[in-house]
Nanobody, 122 residues
Framework: VQLQASGGGLVQAGGSLRLSCADSGRTFSSYAKAWFRQAPGKERELVAAITWSGGRTYYADSVKGRFTISRDNAKNTMYLQMNGLKPEDTAVYYC????????????????WGQGTLVTVSS
């Protein structure tokens, strides 16, 4: 397994969770990374993305101001801090990596991790 997501769980609306995505190291420190999510009956959507250096980020409008993406290349780990969670944030969250940032913004990925389930109760 090259990307391993964790940190999902059940939380009440308004609560917080932090997702982590650990990678195998190797070349991932030079890759752009992202979090996607897929809710039941819906298509997978891009939630947030970050360049290899962490110098640039992207957020979907639905999570702006509530979620924060970050990475620690020394620990081979990417994070998604989720605050102010809403029931509509309920989904399986996936981490992904791509060699360039621009293409990951349109959903192109080279590597996927397994998902971690986030459930937000009202």
């Amino acid at each position: 397994v090259q990307l391993q997501a964790s940190g999902g769980g059940l939380v009440q609306a308004g609560g917080s969770l932090r997702l982590s995505c650990a990678d195998s190291g190797r070349t991932f420190s030079s890759y752009a990374k992202a979090w996607f999510r897929q809710a039941p009956g819906k298509e997978r959507e891009l939630v947030a993305a970050i360049t290899w250096s962490g110098g640039r980020t992207y957020y979907a409008d639905s999570v702006k101001g509530r979620f924060t993406i970050s990475r620690d290349n020394a620990k081979n780990t990417m994070y998604l801090q989720m605050n102010g969670l809403k029931p509509e944030d309920t989904a399986v969250y996936y981490c992904a990596a791509r060699s360039d940032f621009q293409s990951i913004l349109v959903g192109a990925t080279d590597y996927w991790g397994q998902g971690t389930l986030v459930t937000v109760s009202s």
